[in-house]
């Protein structure tokens, strides 16, 4: 997965990664995406699912942390 990080101290998002190389088709992705509020504009962003799915096909150590956190958030 090929992906670009935007971070931003001023804004509430604060990080963003644009990713470009996706290892799920794009049309799936976007079936599932859920909206969010920034600035009041409403942005798509990929659904917890399906980032789980892309960390652990991306494989790194901190990807791999990170879905460890994100299937608690799921739990709750």
Do not use: T
């Not at 470009?20 to 990929?46: F, H, T």
Request: no cysteine; hydrophobic share 45%; net charge positive.
């Amino acid at each position: 997965m090929k992906a670009f990080n935007f971070y931003s101290a001023s804004l509430p998002i604060g990080e963003i990664d644009l990713v470009i190389d996706l290892p799920i088709p794009y049309r799936q992705l976007k079936k599932r995406a859920v909206k969010i509020e920034i600035q009041g504009e409403k942005i798509p962003v990929v659904s917890i699912q399906d980032l789980i799915k892309l960390k652990v096909k991306a494989g790194r150590k901190q990807d791999l942390a990170d879905v460890d956190l994100l299937r608690k958030i799921l739990e709750k």
